[in-house]
């Protein structure tokens, strides 16, 4: 079956401008997480959604970070006013219940680069 | 504060030469721990769940453990198609959903 996909793969941007970044989790599956990574280190986490609401934001880094799933299927990652930073792998997963114990699946990734 | 701590940060084997790669973790309450495998440009790919200590789980070339302590994943007679980062993470504390906490990796190179 169809894995987790984002979009888009790759993303230039210049520093302060707004870009979003997208999730496609496995069908059924209820929760879905993003999570960054920086060039050699594991993935960090921002954010967790159970269906269409936020369960754990404490990850974001910022209030420039923003994240939606208003049908409680795909997600957007936004940032507003990027910065440098900001460059790195975004990653996203997701897990059929969202319960401790459940396998997250992850996606493909989506290399940011902030000029 | 949690800390998953991965050794060796890279390792270069000879195609069939056995070796281990360490994980340790000091958290709060284990709920599980995880091993992903992550080829360049990809994401992280699921290979295994430990729940508690003393648990072995196996795939092929590879065989995870778990202490209370730590967990270590075996490569037995590696072949280059094994070369990867190797990640683990932790799931730990009282709420019962699952954030992952990672490691940085061990990068390993398998040559023929």
């Known amino acids: 079956g169809a894995g987790v996909s984002q979009t888009p793969s790759n993303k230039v941007t210049e520093k302060g401008k707004y870009v979003e970044l997208r999730c496609d989790p496995i069908?059924?599956?209820?929760?879905l997480y993003w999570y960054r990574q920086s060039l050699g280190q594991g993935p960090e986490f921002l954010i967790y959604f159970q269906g269409t609401g936020a369960a754990d934001d404490s990850g974001l880094p910022n209030d420039r970070f923003f994240a939606v799933r208003p049908e409680g299927s795909v997600s957007t990652l936004k940032i507003q006013r990027t910065e440098r930073g900001d460059s790195a792998v975004y990653l996203c997963a997701s897990s059929l219940t969202g319960r401790s114990k459940d396998t997250q699946y992850f996606g493909p990734g989506t290399r940011l680069t902030v000029l | 504060e949690d800390q998953v701590t991965q050794s060796p940060e890279a390792l270069r084997l000879q195609e069939g030469e056995s070796s281990s790669l360490n994980c340790s973790y000091t958290v709060s309450g284990l709920r599980g721990l995880f091993w992903y495998r992550q080829d360049p440009g990809k994401g992280p790919e699921f290979l295994f769940t430990l729940y508690s200590a003393g648990e072995e789980k196996e795939k092929e070339r590879l065989k995870a453990t778990l202490t209370k302590k730590e967990s270590f994943l075996h490569i037995t007679a590696p072949k280059p198609e094994d070369s990867a980062t190797y990640l683990c993470?932790?799931?730990?504390?009282?709420?019962?959903?699952?954030?992952?906490?990672f490691g940085a990796g061990t990068q390993v190179v398998v040559t023929p």
């Open positions: 993470a932790v799931q730990a504390g009282a709420d019962s959903w699952g954030k992952l906490q």
């Open positions: 069908s059924g599956h209820t929760a």
